[in-house]
């Protein structure tokens, strides 16, 4: 296993690695720093957790000279990776006084145009980055270092004429280093635009798959919170992610668990940087131990610890069930991935599963589901205790109902009620006796075009 000292590095970046509890290096930083450090450029396949921040970090310290104008521009998809990169620049390169600026839309732009001023490296996403450019407040002409991160989640989220309209702003003499998940045409197509004769390297995820288990259960969508709930209350160590593809679940699912009382924070694109910033310090911090969030709020993220990963619901593609995966069972630790499926998830469930490299097995429904109270914000619910890890529960305040025993009728109150009484009644699926068997392969009259055929799988 190559070390540290073998990659070129000097000795106060070496003092300040070890002193960071790094022993050796991963392998993108082995395969790397050597060529970083040479001046090539480099594409490299590799997901978040392997390490690849210090892959180009480290060459990047070395070779920028303070006060010489920003001589290394970072680009990156998101506020949170942004803010994470800036951190670890600053953290190992305070002994060369090097000035990092580190700018994002979400936050007043007076006082990036300040540090702009004195920037070395900048990290930035590419909205925030175009801003200042048109405004005039960043100077590129002196940057020597180009880096690309996650490219292929910035393609994703649109971002590529922004990314290039950037890139034309740079000297054309330069060094680029480009690192992406996935090797798509698209990025093949930047590479060969904007790149002098790049190293490909490709590596290993950082997510071992043997000490990865995969799951999913298959439940009604009536007992879907419930059977979360009832998971999450058997839980007793590290951190947890719960993934949502819309902020509206996002949000849902986690004002109903902290009324329950079990400790859960929501983080997407609609909240402020600044409170996005305050919920990871406290899941960094381990003051919550739930974290419910979307794939672009979470992507890139290096949260250490995370014990299980849940899929309330599930990803369009491989790709990003993957990355959401990749969240656990990293440096030697095991970790769970839970995929909860009900029928609005069928779809997308089969799509990810024809990814052969994924082992995911199906899991019996626990018998002991309880049925639990959903706030929908209207009466006052009774006081919900739940024992455990996750404290004696807090309050249910607003309205709710009993998720599984009805549906909401045109007025938005719960049909299962009657007026004037709290007691629940038949929906009509209860009072007809229609109900669509899944395994029978045959459609109900209600749902008719719903027909998976006898004997086949859904998935």
Same mark, same amino acid.
């Given at each position: 296993?190559?070390?540290?000292?073998?990659?070129?590095?000097?000795?106060?970046?070496?003092?300040?690695?070890?002193?960071?509890?790094?022993?050796?290096?991963?392998?993108?930083?082995?395969?790397?720093?050597?060529?970083?450090?040479?001046?090539?450029?480099?594409?490299?396949?590799?997901?978040?957790?392997?390490?690849?921040?210090?892959?180009?970090?480290?060459?990047?310290?070395?070779?920028?000279?303070?006060?010489?104008?920003?001589?290394?521009?970072?680009?990156?998809?998101?506020?949170?990776?942004?803010?994470?990169?800036?951190?670890?620049?600053?953290?190992?390169?305070?002994?060369?006084?090097?000035?990092?600026?580190?700018?994002?839309?979400?936050?007043?732009?007076?006082?990036?145009?300040?540090?702009?001023?004195?920037?070395?490296?900048?990290?930035?996403?590419?909205?925030?980055?175009?801003?200042?450019?048109?405004?005039?407040?960043?100077?590129?002409?002196?940057?020597?270092?180009?880096?690309?991160?996650?490219?292929?989640?910035?393609?994703?989220?649109?971002?590529?004429?922004?990314?290039?309209?950037?890139?034309?702003?740079?000297?054309?003499?330069?060094?680029?280093?480009?690192?992406?998940?996935?090797?798509?045409?698209?990025?093949?197509?930047?590479?060969?635009?904007?790149?002098?004769?790049?190293?490909?390297?490709?590596?290993?995820?950082?997510?071992?798959?043997?000490?990865?288990?995969?799951?999913?259960?298959?439940?009604?969508?009536?007992?879907?919170?419930?059977?979360?709930?009832?998971?999450?209350?058997?839980?007793?160590?590290?951190?947890?992610?719960?993934?949502?593809?819309?902020?509206?679940?996002?949000?849902?699912?986690?004002?109903?668990?902290?009324?329950?009382?079990?400790?859960?924070?929501?983080?997407?694109?609609?909240?402020?940087?600044?409170?996005?910033?305050?919920?990871?310090?406290?899941?960094?911090?381990?003051?919550?131990?739930?974290?419910?969030?979307?794939?672009?709020?979470?992507?890139?993220?290096?949260?250490?610890?995370?014990?299980?990963?849940?899929?309330?619901?599930?990803?369009?593609?491989?790709?990003?069930?993957?990355?959401?995966?990749?969240?656990?069972?990293?440096?030697?630790?095991?970790?769970?991935?839970?995929?909860?499926?009900?029928?609005?998830?069928?779809?997308?469930?089969?799509?990810?599963?024809?990814?052969?490299?994924?082992?995911?097995?199906?899991?019996?429904?626990?018998?002991?589901?309880?049925?639990?109270?959903?706030?929908? =914000?209207?009466?006052?619910? $009774? *006081?919900?205790?739940? +024992?455990?890890?996750?404290? !004696? &529960?807090? #309050?249910?305040?607003?309205?709710?109902?009993?998720? =599984?025993?009805?549906?909401? $009728? *045109?007025?938005?109150? +719960?049909?299962?009620?009657? !007026? &004037?009484? #709290?007691?629940?009644?038949?929906?009509?699926?209860?009072?007809?006796?229609?109900?669509?068997?899944?395994?029978?392969?045959?459609?109900?009259?209600?749902?008719? #075009?719903?027909?998976?055929?006898?004997?086949?799988?859904?998935?």
């Amino acid at each position: 296993m190559t070390s540290f000292e073998e990659l070129g590095l000097s000795e106060q970046l070496l003092t300040l690695i070890h002193k960071a509890g790094f022993t050796e290096p991963s392998e993108i930083q082995a395969k790397a720093i050597p060529l970083a450090l040479g001046g090539k450029d480099i594409i490299g396949g590799s997901a978040t957790g392997s390490g690849k921040t210090l892959a180009f970090g480290l060459g990047i310290i070395e070779k920028v000279t303070p006060g010489e104008g920003i001589q290394s521009l970072i680009m990156t998809p998101t506020r949170e990776l942004a803010e994470q990169i800036g951190m670890v620049f600053k953290k190992f390169s305070a002994y060369k006084n090097i000035k990092v600026a580190t700018v994002y839309g979400g936050i007043s732009i007076t006082p990036q145009v300040r540090e702009l001023q004195k920037a070395d490296v900048v990290v930035g996403t590419p909205g925030r980055l175009l801003d200042h450019i048109q405004r005039g407040t960043i100077n590129l002409s002196s940057v020597k270092i180009l880096v690309l991160d996650e490219a292929d989640r910035m393609l994703d989220m649109g971002f590529i004429e922004d990314v290039e309209k950037i890139i034309w702003k740079c000297p054309e003499e330069r060094q680029t280093l480009l690192f992406s998940a996935t090797i798509s045409r698209d990025i093949e197509h930047i590479a060969k635009k904007h790149m002098n004769n790049p190293e490909s390297i490709d590596v290993d995820s950082y997510v071992n798959p043997e000490l990865l288990k995969q799951i999913f259960y298959d439940v009604p969508k009536n007992e879907k919170f419930s059977l979360l709930v009832h998971l999450l209350k058997r839980e007793s160590s590290g951190l947890i992610m719960v993934f949502c593809n819309t902020r509206h679940n996002t949000d849902f699912v986690a004002d109903n668990l902290s009324s329950l009382g079990i400790d859960a924070m929501a983080i997407h694109g609609g909240l402020s940087q600044d409170k996005r910033s305050r919920i990871m310090q406290r899941f960094h911090d381990k003051k919550a131990y739930v974290l419910v969030c979307t794939d672009v709020a979470a992507r890139g993220l290096d949260i250490k610890g995370v014990s299980h990963v849940y899929n309330y619901d599930i990803p369009k593609t491989s790709k990003d069930y993957i990355h959401r995966i990749g969240r656990t069972a990293r440096a030697g630790k095991e970790g769970i991935a839970v995929n909860i499926v009900s029928d609005r998830d069928y779809e997308n469930f089969r799509v990810v599963r024809r990814d052969e490299s994924l082992n995911i097995e199906k899991e019996k429904l626990p018998e002991d589901i309880e049925k639990v109270w959903i706030n929908t =914000g209207r009466k006052p619910l $009774g *006081r919900t205790r739940i +024992p455990g890890r996750f404290g !004696s &529960g807090r #309050g249910t305040y607003g309205g709710g109902r009993s998720e =599984g025993s009805g549906r909401t $009728g *045109r007025d938005g109150n +719960p049909s299962e009620y009657r !007026s &004037g009484s #709290g007691k629940p009644r038949r929906n009509i699926k209860q009072r007809t006796g229609h109900y669509r068997n899944h395994n029978s392969g045959k459609g109900s009259r209600h749902n008719p #075009g719903r027909q998976f055929g006898a004997g086949r799988s859904r998935f």
